[in-house]
């Protein structure tokens, strides 16, 4: 159904729902916010709740044959525009890879298909010849459904190429309608904007993305509450952590902190390659696990255990952690995590940064074991 994937049903979600049943939905839509509050997947159920021949109750019907070619993203008249790689090409040269990005992930984030599409090399662009194919796509009658969608993901990468859009905005043959999802609106030409209705999607609720992460990813409450805190609204960030949370960051943590606290350094250097092994955002999100595990430790030395976001087994760690380290010592290695988070954002050399980290760790707890 189309709102399943709208995790926050906000009233501005619902009121453009309401104008499409009311015939009166706007012809240029821009939704914007900050990333991961998944205005894309919120997108994809006005395009389908557009085509759906049998809504019911503020919901598509989920099975018609619009609904199931739109679920799949291969409906012929819900056409997607979104950054790519080359001067010449056009999203036709990346739509298999597109249709697969997004139904791997309903919030995938645009630095993501950037990287997916990058090569190694600089992408993320939206072409003339881009331009030229929704021109195309706009002066063609609807295929299967009585009206046309154009979903324009990231229009802050047309630049200047955004001017070739603005008559077919301001002028859209009867029922086209274009849907623009950005990040920075900042960065889209003034022209664009002035033509378009502007609905802010507001930041999906902490307590909704814990219930997401819990239901789908096989984590419990304890848990999702921590992946969501973490994520600050983000819920692309909260499913990567998500699928991270188990599997890595709990032993890699742990080898971290043995590694540091013991001094061997060749366990130091191990560790080290192990975090350089992760991809950028997953160190990100590492470096974010670390400090809030510190920060509970620091509680814990304060407060009951059951005022500590932490599971069971985490517990447990953090118990022994807490008996070698004091408020002063995880102060110093949070500041330095934090900075290390710092370099990683301006592409530093990580495996130089987190030797030093590690090193400086090493300096901090064994000072601070002679003191225990
Ligand atoms: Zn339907």
């Known amino acids: 159904m189309h ?22 939905f706007p012809h240029a839509l821009l939704l914007k916010g900050a990333v991961g509050r998944g205005k894309l997947a919120i997108a994809r159920s006005l395009a389908q709740y557009l085509v759906c ?12 044959s619009h609904c199931h070619k739109s679920l799949k993203n291969i409906h012929p008249d819900i056409h997607f525009s979104f950054p790519i790689n080359g001067a010449k090409a056009t999203c036709n040269d990346f739509m298999n890879d597109f249709r697969a990005f997004i139904a791997q992930n309903h919030y995938a984030i645009g630095s993501d298909w950037i990287t997916e599409i990058s090569e190694g090399k600089k992408a993320g662009n939206m072409t003339a010849a881009e331009c030229n194919r929704i021109s195309h ?11 046309k969608v154009i979903l324009i993901w990231l229009p802050e990468y047309l630049g200047k190429e955004g001017n070739r859009l603005l008559k077919m905005i301001e ?18 030409l003034g022209t664009i904007l002035s033509r378009c209705q502007i609905v802010n999607i507001s930041p999906i609720p902490v307590a909704l993305i814990a219930k997401h992460v819990e239901e789908n990813f096989n984590l419990d409450a304890e848990t999702a509450a ?27 943590w742990i080898a971290l902190f043995k590694s540091t606290y013991r001094g061997h350094t060749a366990d130091i250097s ?27 430790c620091m509680l814990l030395r ?8 932490l599971r069971k087994n985490e517990m447990d760690i953090a118990t022994k952690m807490t008996a070698v380290i004091d408020d002063a010592a995880i102060h110093e290695i949070s500041v330095m995590l934090d900075q290390a988070s710092y370099h990683l954002e301006r592409n530093a050399n990580m495996k130089s940064a987190l030797l030093s980290t590690a090193i400086k760790m090493n300096h901090i707890l064994r000072k601070d074991a002679l003191v225990a």
């Open 270 to 296: 191990k560790s080290v390659s192990d975090i350089n092994e992760f991809s950028k955002e997953e160190m990100k999100t590492f470096f974010k696990y670390c400090t809030h595990f510190l920060r509970q």
């Open 171 to 188: 002028e859209p043959p009867e029922e086209t309608y274009f849907i623009f999802i950005t990040d920075l609106p900042d960065l889209i």
């Open 53 to 64: 021949t049998d809504r019911k109750d503020g919901d598509s019907c989920g099975k018609c």
């Open 226 to 252: 921590v992946v969501a805190n973490l994520s600050d609204g983000n819920i692309n960030e909260a499913i990567g952590m998500s699928n991270q949370v188990e599997n890595k960051f709990l032993p890699t």
């Open 3 to 24: 709102t399943d994937n709208i995790i926050h049903k906000s009233e501005a979600i619902t009121d453009l729902f309401e104008l499409i049943n009311s015939d009166r």
């Open 137 to 147: 796509i706009v002066h063609l009658k609807p295929y299967e459904a009585d009206k």
């Open 302 to 309: 304060h407060l009951a255990e059951d005022q500590i976001q």
